[in-house]
């Protein structure tokens, strides 16, 4: 058997703490993944796993191996293609993650041009408005908008968002078009979350360096950008996003921008990878892809 694949399968694993997961991440039945981590275990003479009926968590000894495997997994995709000059040749897969308004907006309309430069290349690609762990979850890299609080991880800055205002033709007609903070007082707002449950920032706004924060009325909270973005269209309130994601609707006279000098301060983008001595090509190419076409949509 493999010893490689034994080593990718129980990287796998340990990442994800779950076999069934794992399983689905490499394409393997979920016996299958057991056999391997079963074979690695008698090989080297070790318990790796501890597995319980809720989780699987490495051993002592399996916390070893992740970290000795995981730079010798990276060394050998390095070695594959070092004698390779043509980006064909990049073959793998790349799990990615990203807000969905980049992913429906940026990405997915150009990722044709960067498959057909890398046509042997797999891409496993999330995109909800969660924040997805990019350790524990086996990611290869996670696109995160908004500050970031995670020194485990590398953030490479890419760009800022820039935000605007908007709200329907329809909802203006009815409320009327607010010009000044003290508008606001007869507006409604359409409250966007994290959690359900949790509570509304409210209206923000950045004036001489100081971020400040307005209650507003809503009758509707939402926690995703999909949603979000139809509760405005549908006439229920403002909302404050990113100009990169509005401008379509702007353009198209489905939304208004209003209050541009009260604008929300602009959002961080960053890429965010794990630290390790060598980055696989493959993952290192589509990142840089990656980056340029964000920077060139903003």
């Known amino acids: 058997m493999n010893k490689l694949e034994l080593l990718r399968t129980f990287v796998r694993v340990s990442e994800m703490s779950s076999f069934t997961l794992a399983g689905e991440s490499l394409g393997l039945p979920r016996s299958t993944v057991s056999e391997h981590v079963q074979a690695l275990e008698m090989l080297l003479g070790t318990r790796l796993l501890q597995r319980t009926t809720r989780k699987v968590q490495a051993t002592q000894d399996g916390v070893v191996l992740y970290e000795r495997s995981k730079d010798l997994l990276s060394h050998m995709d390095e070695i594959e293609g070092l004698f390779r000059q043509d980006a064909a040749s990049l073959i793998g897969r790349i799990r990615i993650d990203m807000p969905n308004i980049l992913a429906r907006r940026v990405v997915m309309p150009r990722l044709p041009e960067f498959m057909?430069?890398?046509?042997n290349l797999e891409l496993e690609i999330s995109s909800t408005d969660r924040r997805v762990d990019l350790l524990s979850e086996g990611f290869d890299c996670v696109v995160r908008v908004g500050t970031q609080p995670d020194q485990s991880v590398v953030a490479r800055h890419l760009c800022d968002f820039a935000m605007?205002?908007?709200?329907s033709p329809a909802y203006l007609q009815r409320y009327g078009i607010p010009v000044t903070l003290e508008d606001l007082a007869q507006h409604r707002l359409v409250h966007y979350v994290g959690v359900?449950?949790?509570r509304s920032e409210g209206f923000l706004y950045e004036e001489e360096g100081k971020l400040h924060r307005v209650s507003m009325a809503g009758s509707v909270t939402v926690n995703n950008t999909?949603?979000?973005e139809s509760a405005c269209l549908?006439?229920?309130?403002l909302i404050q996003a990113p100009m990169i994601?509005?401008?379509p609707y702007l353009l198209s006279g489905e939304l208004v921008a209003v209050l541009p000098q009260l604008s929300a301060p602009a959002l961080e983008v960053s890429l965010l990878y794990a630290r390790q001595r060598h980055l696989p090509l493959r993952v290192r190419a589509f990142m840089e892809w990656l980056g340029q076409i964000?920077?060139?949509n903003t």
Request: proline share 4%; aromatic share 8%; hydrophobic share 40%.
């Open 245 to 247: 994601g509005m401008k």
């Open 116 to 119: 057909a430069k890398h046509p």
């Open 196 to 198: 359900l449950g949790a």
């Open 294 to 296: 964000i920077l060139s």
């Open 164 to 167: 605007a205002n908007c709200a």
């Open 226 to 228: 999909d949603a979000y």
């Open 234 to 237: 549908g006439g229920f309130g």
